[in-house]
């Protein structure tokens, strides 16, 4: 019992500790930072000091680097602009059937809900709270770039994946490097056509390594996978839409001290009856658009692209055709909000003009379909009439064959023969071409531009596409294998002008049969031709030049990029061509050889 008692007296109360470290642990814990709450760094310092000072430093510099680069001059806003700024300029720019359109008309649906059967011109859309855009696409001839370069805020460069990429893409970068850059995005389509994923992914490399050279490095590229039901996956536009959509723009400076202006629509004020009397009267014109850079002067002179400068009679200001939504009650925009302004594709905005009522009667810029019945019909057919039956008769052309020269009224009058017009007759056709190329400094520049890119031409769908051709090696192992495949492409090219060579030589070698011409008699006979036919190219009017393709480097099947190169093709082109006549005309078309073979044998008859 004794025991026990002296047990329990021994035992005693718990105290606890007010010090030392698991009373600071305890300590930590209630006041909210126990150790495991604290960062790395503070909780084991010495982990964290650094063992080599030039690794340190080299850290350090990195990062200010990192933190500089986003630092930005601050920006002068000097537009002013009273209410809410322009929209947001994009053209779409490549080459012929690379899917400019199609990406358009998948941009249009994604932001509005009406689509745009047939796109012409500017269309303007809401895409967002305080964003609009206005798309535009980019014709593929010289013009059109300059154009578009000098204003565009953003361009979407398409590219076909599964071809490479086109003359077309380093013209309009070579045209932006002179005007400012805007800001540039890739864009690869087509690639649903490279079957072999290996291949896909070594092309799709390849592609971005070159963009990136050209561009910038770490330039977006964005990649549109195939088409399906005829328009590109959802889910990529989706993502394509909202890039563009959020994107900052840093303004250029000259563009930021001047005002531009893209037209949306044009109306021509002139009296019709003036026009009837002299086609070539002075017109007045009435010009729509946002102005944009700093707001413009009325009594300044403004530089229209195509017709020279021009004095301003009068501006005004109209009411927003697109506007923005006034009051932002969603995150996202409803159904009413999404405008779109199209004038030229015949959607939105007659209503605000300035100084008339309009009756609408259909046509381009109306909402309501045109009713079909008849007398409705004549009534507009007669309204739209602007020249008498005569006139019409007398501009009216026929053409008999795809490339042939067209017939006009003039032609069947007099007797004179198709291919060899009369000597008055080429020197007005030389004297207009020295008219119509002016800017012949221009296309010098244009030609050197050309010259300095390296390209083969290769039919391909029935047209000739101008693939560029790289000299630096920036391709792995991978790529060389994929270039095999390719290769394949080049030999059936290959193929094609070695049977080209042998068709020239055996029409040359029966002509030679026929006349009974030595082969030096030939050669000679030859080079006069070519001499005879640069001459032509000196003589003749721009719009048969476009129908020959004398040129190598221009020849193109497709139209728009025909009727536009035509100032560009210069006497001193011409002699250019004189001198390289002997190695490349073999490439000339066979139509233009049949030609010359004409010739030689007509010579040879008189
Ligand atoms: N397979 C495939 N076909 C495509 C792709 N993109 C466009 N196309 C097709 O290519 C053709 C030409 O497309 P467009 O949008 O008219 O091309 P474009 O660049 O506007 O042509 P132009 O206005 O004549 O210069 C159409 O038949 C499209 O369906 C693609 O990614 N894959």
């Not at 154009?147 to 490479?164: I, M, R, T």
Request: charged content about 30%; glycine content about 4%; overall charge neutral.
């Amino acid at each position: 019992m004794g025991d026990n008692t002296t047990f329990e007296e021994k035992k005693k109360s718990h105290r606890e500790r007010h010090s030392g470290r698991k009373a600071d642990k305890k300590k930590g814990k209630k006041n909210g930072n126990s150790i495991q709450e604290l960062s790395d760094r503070k909780r084991n310092p010495k982990a964290f000091a650094f063992n080599s000072v030039i690794g340190a430093e080299r850290r350090f510099r990195r990062k200010q680097d990192i933190e500089t680069k986003k630092q930005h001059v601050p920006l002068v806003d000097r537009t002013q602009t009273p209410i809410e700024p322009p929209p947001i300029l994009i053209a779409v720019v490549g080459p012929p059937k690379v899917g400019k359109t199609t990406l358009i008309n998948n941009l249009i649906k994604l932001f509005s809900k009406s689509p745009l059967l047939d796109i012409k011109g500017p269309v303007t859309i809401v895409t967002g709270k305080k964003r609009r855009i206005t798309l535009i696409e980019c014709n593929n001839d010289i013009n059109s770039m300059i154009d578009l370069a000098k204003v565009a805020d953003l361009a979407l460069l398409l590219c076909d994946a599964s071809f490479g990429f086109e003359m077309e893409i380093f013209e309009f970068l070579n045209i932006c490097q002179i005007h400012g850059m805007p800001r540039i995005m890739g864009i690869l389509t087509h690639l649903d056509m490279i079957k072999n994923s290996k291949t896909l992914k070594n092309t799709k490399k390849m592609l971005k390594h070159r963009f990136w050279t050209e561009v910038y490095p770490g330039a977006k590229l964005f990649y549109l996978s195939g088409l399906l039901h005829g328009e590109y996956l959802r889910n990529e536009i989706k993502n394509l839409g909202r890039f563009i959509s959020i994107m900052k723009f840093r303004p250029l400076t000259w563009r930021m001290t001047h005002s531009y202006l893209l037209a949306d629509r044009y109306e021509d004020l002139t009296n019709l009856e003036l026009i009837r009397q002299n086609p070539k009267c002075d017109r007045n014109i009435s010009i729509y658009g946002y102005i944009r850079g700093v707001s413009l002067n009325k009594n300044s002179s403004v530089h229209i692209a195509g017709f020279g400068d021009i004095k301003i009679h009068d501006i005004s200001y109209l009411p927003d055709p697109c506007p923005l939504p006034e009051t932002v009650k969603k995150r996202a925009l409803i159904e009413k909000e999404k405008l779109i302004y199209a004038p030229f594709s015949g959607v939105g905005g007659i209503v605000y003009d300035k100084d008339a009522v309009y009756v609408e009667l259909g046509g381009s810029h109306s909402h309501r379909k045109r009713d079909d019945d008849e007398a409705n019909n004549i009534v507009t057919n007669l309204i739209e009439t602007k020249e008498a039956l005569d006139v019409k008769m007398q501009h009216s052309e026929l053409q008999l064959f795809t490339d042939g020269k067209k017939l006009t009224a003039d032609d069947i009058d007099s007797d004179s023969s198709l291919y060899n017009s009369d000597s008055e007759d080429k020197i007005q056709k030389h004297s207009n071409i020295k008219e119509i190329n002016d800017d012949v400094g221009l296309n010098k520049e244009l030609n050197k531009l050309r010259k300095s890119q390296t390209h083969t031409e290769i039919e391909c769908d029935g047209r000739i596409r101008r693939k560029v051709i790289f000299n630096d090696s920036d391709m792995d192992t991978d790529d060389e294998e994929e270039l095999v495949q390719k290769d394949a492409t080049y030999s059936t090219m290959k193929k094609n002008d070695k049977s080209i060579h042998s068709k020239v030589s055996d029409i040359l070698k029966s002509l030679e049969e026929s006349n009974g011409m030595s082969t030096v008699a030939r050669k000679a006979e030859e080079k006069e031709l070519f001499q005879t036919k640069a001459n032509c190219v000196l003589q003749e009017t721009p719009e048969e030049l476009n129908k020959n393709d004398y040129t190598i480097n221009y020849e193109s099947s497709d139209s728009d990029h025909e009727t536009n190169e035509n100032s560009s093709k210069t006497e001193s082109e011409a002699e250019d061509l004189l001198s390289d006549a002997s190695d490349e005309v073999v490439i000339v078309t066979m139509k233009q050889m049949k030609i010359l073979a004409k010739q030689s044998q007509k010579q040879k008859i008189y």
